[in-house]
């Protein structure tokens, strides 16, 4: 949560627990197991891990140059690091050295801030039932959208299921593509997925107890003007178009090319 809104996170697809779920050594042991696709793009386009020859090539060294706070400093992956370079013969070991560095060396003491501030909200005893992709479901919701429960818990607002530009919305999020749908969902409610109890438990971010559903709301103003979303009420306000095309083009313009409030 970030003042009262719902923050949109999602997990990397490491195969791996989530960060605040074990300890920072645990991590080291994990990541002796990444593949090359990991490889940095410094590396990539230069050299494959297994193929391609990159003496007189790749002019580097063992060493890294990290910016912290404007400064830039050097550390070196092996001690003298600084003045061995990279050749054919141990480009192996320069990558495992270099992903070791930007996966967990380099970012120790972030990790373990983030620890520090995780458990502190939320005991670490209640997260050991969890994989990372329950873990994720619980925090961001579902990704895919069930349109059927979509509709069956939005509310209307000086509307009725028969009304012309109600049935034409729902038609035109039947049109939509699954990317479309979330973005359309993300422009009224602030987030593109999904509470995983479905619709029936969206939250605002007004503060209030309790769920707010999606809402439909018939305005009374100029056709001419654009669907207008209310993030923290998950309303969206619909003019009196006047046929469905019309509409088609107004929403897609709202969802594609306006800004609204968000928290990504």
């Known amino acids: 949560m970030f003042k009262n ?58 060493s890294v ?17 600084a003045t061995i370079p990279v050749t054919e013969d141990n480009k192996r070991e320069y990558v495992k050295l270099y992903v070791n560095y930007r996966f967990m060396r380099g970012i120790e003491q972030q990790f373990l801030a983030l620890q520090k ?4 909200l939320i005991p670490p005893a209640l997260l050991r039932p ?33 009304t012309p530009v109600v049935q034409w919305f729902w038609q035109v999020v039947e049109s939509y593509s699954e990317e479309m749908r979330a973005r359309l969902l993300q ?13 029936k438990a969206l939250q605002g971010s007004t503060g209030a107890a309790g769920p707010r559903l999606f809402t439909i709301h018939c305005i009374d103003c100029s056709p001419q003007n ?13 003019p009196p178009y006047d046929n469905y095309q019309v509409l088609v083009d107004k929403l897609t313009q709202a969802v594609e090319e306006t800004c609204g409030f968000a928290v990504e």
Request: charged share 25%.
């Open 5 to 62: 809104g719902a923050i949109d996170p999602k997990f990397n697809n490491c195969k791996l627990t989530p960060l605040p779920l074990t300890s920072f050594k645990d991590k080291v042991e994990a990541h002796r197991n990444l593949r090359c696709e990991f490889i940095p793009s410094l590396l990539k386009g230069r050299f494959d891990c297994s193929e391609n020859n990159i003496d007189g090539v790749l002019d580097t060294t063992f």
């Open 65 to 81: 140059e990290n910016n912290s706070f404007g400064i830039v400093k050097v550390h070196e992956l092996k001690p003298g690091g």
């Open 117 to 120: 501030g995780f458990t502190e």
């Open 130 to 162: 969890f994989d990372e992709r329950e873990l994720e479901l619980v925090i961001s919701g579902i990704g895919s959208i069930d349109i059927a429960d979509w509709r069956s818990h939005t509310r209307l607002k000086h509307c009725t299921p028969e």
């Open 187 to 199: 422009f009224v409610t602030g987030s593109s997925r999904v509470p995983l109890q479905g619709f």
């Open 226 to 238: 654009l669907p207008k979303a209310h993030t923290c009420f998950n309303r969206i306000d619909i």
